[in-house]
């Protein structure tokens, strides 16, 4: 960020310096803030002024082309629902006629987002982000359109399931159920071959851990911790 005060007057008064730093001060928090502000824009606004039509393209053999152009397009797209323009429905940039950098997706004409995307020369590379109803419901990372590392699902806010992927093979993955009051009831985790795998846990209504149990290929290794409803410790033989 820029500087604004890079030297003072020696001739000012202390209270004439804090006065003005005070006020750049706030011009620099402001043009943050404005900043913050343009960052979290839809592609469908940033590019309001700089992007084409995407029904101005034509598709061939899978590169996008101008109209009668023999060069694959490279440049900003929106894309609408209609003829009109009215409702954009998504919105992204396109390099050698493929689809590259940030992509997004949008419900209700622009209102909500749908999916956000990041490609590479066509392939989906980096983050990706899907949303229902406006919610946040997914999101993982691409590489050369391979899954990779962690992804996680989500209901109206709350976290279903984490899944563990290497080169689009998934290695393992655990999944969550709620208590009616919204408190977590049971974390299972499993390997890539739908077995109980490692630590799982269990929750009263009320958050107190109820048992804690390590699995190896399905099978119970031993039943490490066990409470009641006010966090006493229960003897291991109990029933779950």
């Known amino acids: ?83 009109f323009g009215f409702c954009v429905v998504e919105a992204g940039t396109f390099k050698n006629g493929l689809f590259h950098g940030a992509y997004e997706s949008y419900e209700g004409c622009g209102v909500a987002y749908s999916e956000k995307i990041n490609y590479k020369n066509g392939l989906q590379h980096g983050d990706y982000i899907l949303y229902e109803e406006g919610y946040l419901a997914m999101e993982g990372q691409f590489y050369n359109d391979l899954l990779v590392g962690e992804w996680k699902g989500y209901e109206y806010g709350l976290l279903m399931w984490t899944e563990a992927y290497k080169n689009d093979e998934l290695l393992s ?25 490692g630590i799982s846990e269990a929750y009263h209504s009320n958050g107190q851990l109820k048992s804690k149990i390590q699995y190896k290929d399905g099978n119970i290794v031993k039943v490490l911790e066990k409470y009641d409803f006010n966090g006493y410790s229960l003897p291991l033989e109990w029933k779950i």
């Open 173 to 197: 993955y655990v999944l969550f159920e709620y208590h009616d009051n919204g408190q977590i009831a049971l974390k299972e985790s499993y390997d890539g071959m739908d077995k109980l795998d």
């Open 1 to 83: 960020m820029e500087t604004f005060i890079t030297s003072y007057n020696l001739t000012c008064s202390p209270s004439r310096v804090i006065i003005i730093m005070k006020k750049n001060l706030k011009l620099s928090f402001l043009l943050l803030f404005i900043a913050a502000i343009n960052a979290s824009d839809p592609l469908f606004v940033k590019y309001s002024e700089s992007a084409i039509n995407l029904s101005s393209l034509v598709e061939r053999n899978g590169i996008k082309y101008k109209i009668n152009s023999q060069k694959p397009f490279s440049g900003k797209f929106i894309g609408f629902e209609d003829e």
